[in-house]
């Protein structure tokens, strides 16, 4: 939108008329030429706004530097200790187009425009006080370009009065730097800096030295133009907010498995289905059952309960619904069991307990197209323009999504990788198979999933930033970028439990059964998998053990959802938790303890698949022989947040066909390398490159590293490594990035967030 759009009301109003203003524009035959102003001109002027407010806050000792960066291209961003974010410049040229603003020796407002200056005065034409020392109060004014293509100023967001008679030159091209206060910002080795008003004499120097915080996180904080930072912190339930009730909050009604089990003669197997059954939670005696609104606790309470019994190699029933909770009396007290592994390969096994909807989002027939995405859009933006909102509505759960193998976006989403992409399935041409289904696994592949906050005018806003670049000109499958229906459910809850695999779980672990009996290897990665929840939002398993299993709890096509205070033990497995095809899930405080003879933990840490974005893995620990999960497909912007465990190749997973392993913004931050051999005695210590250009199996897009302590790692210097590397061998301030970035947001560390740490 244009910057003529803005403030009519504000231009009549700074006019002061007797007469009424009228919102129909009179046009003169006289009248001068307004220019179109370009639409980005109005952030630089709402910062030029703030750097007026901070620099009075400077002058008067109202505020204080406690952060700053210095920009490449040599400015610097300062933030105070009001909260104010600041730019200083250097500039000594004027610019007469800009309203220049300063402060004289008396302490007054003055301004400089079309190379005329004087005084700021109000609408009385009084002198207007910039300091206190004028005993006169003090007034902050605010620069605007109104409707009338006049600049204009404010002393109190009302009254606006023209600070020329000539209208605003156009401002296309004009940047911060041309906005800039100062003639001069000069930074000792002290870290004192000294800022010169370019219109008048006037200087302050200023106390920055007490900066501690990483270059990156200040960076952030200040929306420099150099930050290569995401804003990870609506990833988890309710945004990471607030975390979910106690099971018996809910006000469910509560159904006890013991007393079912006892008052129906039955095994824990069959009271459990028969409860599931009874409501319409798995297609048992009802094939299309379905309850998204089940309202139930499943409640098991202390004791031992067989849900796979000896013998039996049979898939439970997939269960299909929402708001129930499955709840026990502690995971030192509840013991879910599997006595006998599910299936017989790896075609016909599945997980003890799976939890979702039927219909997936790539299915394009189950999730159709709501409108196109009509233009470009950044990360970090909250709104993206559309095509029509008529089948779009707030509060509601939808995706995001591109499918693409243009040749431009696949240059951009690989990076250095771009060269190495022979074979890849994201390099394929998406399109149909011959039964008219999307064939969905080629191209670029990009899902978000986003609940609606409002729709109007065109515009689609989320509740979450959005963490992709958006470019409307790629269409070269469906409408390229575009708004789908998802389906799913919520408000589903494990918790208070532990899951314990059988005793026939073979040991030790081998990855995909490698260098053994190659008929076994389905049995190594899948045989005793528990959980799995599937294109759930807002969902959660807390406070929940994991015994000897393949793999712990998977996320899959969902978003926002929550897994803490999670032990893995026993025999050594496949993999931890994981996010997989699914967007801003919170994996916090796992700690894997799992062992063999060969080595500690599961043989994937924690971490992603698929097309998953946004996902946060905090505070985990993993193996001393292990590696976070980054498990191909294309999984995007990942927050591995003051985790521990080791940093070895390829651990992080995928098949060959699906690399890379990770794709952009992966994020590492604070990590404490506990081990950097891995379980066959390579040692990963030295020349550490994130991507081998003739080994498919550990191919990661240049990381954002930062903070990476503990065990001594040397990461290669060759190019196209790294994307951001910051303080290698040491901690930095602050501890945890999404705890920071959670407080920030917030204004406080929700307190669930501070009870699990």
Known sequence: MSVRLLKNWMW????????????????????????????????????????????????????????????????????????????????????????????????YWTVQLNGESGLLTDMAGNSVPALRKTGKGVYTPQVALGEDGYWQVSLNGNQWKRLSDTPAADMTGKTSANFSLYKSVEMDGSGQLTLSLRNGEASVTVDASASSSAEAWKKFVMGSEDNVLLDYSYAGYKHGEEAPADGFAWGYEVINVKDYMNAHSMTAHDAFEAILDENSLIRKSNSSATNANARIVIYFPEGDYVLQEKGNTERPYLIYGGNFIIKGDGPDKTRLIMDNHIGTNEASTGALISIGHSNSPRNTANSPSRATVTANAS?????????????????????????????????????????????????????????????????????????????????????????????????????????????????????????????????????????????????????????????????????????????????????????????????????????????????????????????????????????????????????????????????????????SGGLVYYHAGGAATEAPNHLRDLTIWNL?????????????????????????????????????????????????QLTYEESTGAMVTPESLYEAQLERRLGYVPAWLNAIK
């Open 379 to 643: 990360k970090g933006d909250f709104s993206v323009k559309v095509s029509s909102t008529t089948d779009i509505k707030p509060e509601e759960w939808v995706q995001l999504r591109l499918r693409s193998n243009d040749d431009g976006l696949l240059q951009k989403e690989l990076g250095p990788l771009y060269d190495y992409r022979s074979g890849w399935s994201i390099t394929n041409v998406p399109g149909y198979d011959s039964n008219g289904k999307s064939e969905d696994r080629n191209g670029v592949q990009i899902i978000e999933f986003h609940q609606v906050k409002s729709v109007g005018n065109g515009t689609v806003t989320f509740y979450e930033p959005i963490m992709s670049d958006i470019d409307v000109s790629i269409k070269d499958f469906n409408n390229g970028w575009e708004i789908r229906q998802f389906k799913y459910y919520e408000n589903v809850g494990v918790e208070d439990l532990a899951f314990v695999g059988g005793e026939s779980m073979l040991t030790p672990y081998y990855h995909h059964g490698e260098g053994v009996d190659t008929s076994l290897a389905w049995m190594y990665d899948y045989a005793y998998k528990p959980l799995l929840l599937n294109r759930m939002v807002n969902s959660w398993v807390r406070n929940v053990t994991f015994d000897s299993v393949s793999e712990a709890v998977t996320f899959d096509q969902s978003a926002n959802c929550s897994a803490y205070n999670i032990r893995i033990e026993g025999k050594r497995g496949h993999s931890a938790v994981r996010a997989q095809e699914s967007s801003r899930v919170f994996i916090g405080k796992v700690r894997d303890e799992s062992s063999d003879d060969v080595a500690h933990g599961q043989y994937h840490g924690c971490g992603v698949s698929k097309p998953s974005i946004g996902t946060v893995v905090w505070n985990c620990t993993w193996g001393t022989e292990a590696c976070f999960e980054s498990h191909a497909t294309q999984p995007r912007a990942t927050l591995f947040d003051k985790c």
């Open 672 to 720: 404490n390398v506990t081990g950097t051999t891995d379980e066959k005695g390579r040692s990963f210590s030295n020349d550490f490159h994130w991507w081998l250009p003739n080994d498919t199996w550990w191919k990661i897009y240049p990381p954002i590293v930062v903070g990476v302590h503990g065990a001594s790692v040397d990461f290669t210097d060759e190019p196209d």
């Open 12 to 107: 009549c109003l700074g006019l002061l008329v007797m007469a009424a203003c009228s919102d129909e524009e009179v046009v003169q035959d006289d009248a001068p030429v307004i220019p179109e102003q370009p639409a980005e001109i109005a952030s630089v002027i709402d910062q030029y706004n703030a750097d007026i407010a901070a620099m009075q806050a400077l002058f008067e000792g109202d505020a204080e530097v406690v952060n700053y960066t210095q920009e490449e291209s040599g400015a610097y961003r300062l933030e105070l200790s009001d909260g104010k974010i600041a730019t200083a410049v250097s500039r000594a040229e004027d610019d007469a187009d800009i309203p220049l603003f300063g402060v004289n020796e008396e302490g």
